[in-house]
């Protein structure tokens, strides 16, 4: 296991639906990436959008087919399980629980605490710091226990840190102050004791002063047994930046902590239309983080932001950019899916 992975991972071709590794062997192209996951130690999951999967008869057999663990994209989030203040709206979230179930699938819960995708009636009215800080606890223990027992890792603390590694500012912080972080990861604990309870962000895969932040924010937190059990990277790459060349050491020091790591929403956007070697450079963005990913104990799983162009977040919010996903909007592979099957096939 885990010993393909050397310089031999680019010897690997898929032509015509077939995959030939460098020792010659052929692997046909009808298991789908759950396939080509199976013992390597990593599970491979999307994010999903409960409308295509109630809606898109294609969209759903994909994800049954192709992936191990499902995130939901959005109806776990405060504003979607909450809306009205006390009345709970946990229908859709059950339904991906139901359809993971009969898959076989993990579910990876996202997100116990953010600052964004609030239910209004949090900033609208004029809570005191005691009420917010009350608010924020009954709302883990509804939410991880609703759901207790039935999610394999939850994303307790979502994006807490800025760019230069300080706190980020939120209502969370202002209300809480700093012991918020730790507060929320027993409180999670002690809802679902079986989770395993991640912290999550943006521009936290490779080296720099916020993943610096993180690497002690995560050992200061295990030092006083505050139950932080992963670090999750969630992968948003754009090629126009450059791809991160220091990945596999950003991940093997969070391994080296003890904690589990995990790619938890991957997607390489590009500024649009695309072209072979736009598309190419995605292929290698997929295909860089996996690696890392293959490379170290106790990368858990990697997740795609969404699998294909049809139904993704990157056009509505970085105008001109897209193609984020490893399929295109007719759900055909393109290169970035084969990357991802051939580093499979080759860490089994
Ligand atoms: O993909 C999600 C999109 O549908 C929502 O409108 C958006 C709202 O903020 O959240 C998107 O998912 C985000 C995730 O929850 C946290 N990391 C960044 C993701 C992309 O914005």
Not at 161 to 189: C, S, V
Not at 203 to 214: G, I, R, V
Not at 251 to 277: C, H, N, W
Request: some cysteine; proline content about 5%; glycine content about 8%.
């Amino acid at each position: 296991m885990r010993t393909g992975l050397g310089a031999a991972a680019l010897a690997a071709v898929t032509v015509l639906g077939v995959t030939v590794l460098p020792n010659g062997s052929a692997v046909a192209h009808d298991t789908g990436l759950r396939g080509a996951a199976r013992g390597t130690g990593t599970r491979i999951g999307t994010a999903v959008d409960m409308n295509a999967l109630a809606n898109d008869p294609a969209y759903k057999a994909a994800v049954a087919r192709e992936f191990d663990t499902v995130t939901p994209e959005n109806v776990m989030k405060w504003s979607e399980v909450e809306p009205t203040q006390g009345t709970y709206n946990w229908g859709p979230a059950d339904d991906l629980i139901k359809f993971a179930r009969s898959n076989g699938q993990k579910v990876r819960g996202h997100t116990l605490v953010w600052h964004s995708q609030l239910p209004s009636w949090i900033n609208e009215t004029d809570f005191t710091k005691a009420q917010l800080r009350d608010l924020l606890r009954r709302h883990i223990f509804a939410e991880a226990g609703h759901f207790k027992g039935k999610i394999w890792a939850w994303d307790v603390v979502n994006e807490p840190l800025n760019e230069d590694g300080t706190l980020r500012d939120t209502i969370w912080l202002r209300a809480l102050g700093p012991g918020y972080i730790a507060d929320a990861f027993r409180w999670a604990h002690q809802a679902d004791p079986s989770a395993i309870l991640f912290i999550n962000d943006y521009n936290a895969e490779w080296l720099s002063p916020k993943t610096d932040a993180y690497y002690k924010l995560v050992k200061d937190l295990r030092r006083q047994h505050v139950p932080v059990q992963g670090f999750g990277m969630q992968g948003h790459l754009g090629i126009q930046y450059g791809l991160p060349g220091d990945v596999l050491e950003n991940v093997k020091r969070f391994d080296a902590l003890g904690v589990k790591t995990a790619f938890t929403e991957v997607d390489v956007r590009m500024i649009l239309p695309s072209d072979q070697y736009r598309t190419q450079a995605q292929a290698e963005g997929f295909g860089l983080m996996l690696r890392a990913c293959l490379l170290v104990k106790n990368c858990i799983s990697y997740t795609v932001w969404g699998f294909t162009d049809k139904y993704n977040w990157v056009p509505g919010v970085f105008s001109g950019e897209g193609e984020a996903t490893p399929m295109d909007d007719q759900m055909q592979p393109k290169p970035a899916y084969d990357t991802l099957r051939e580093t499979f096939l080759l860490a089994r």
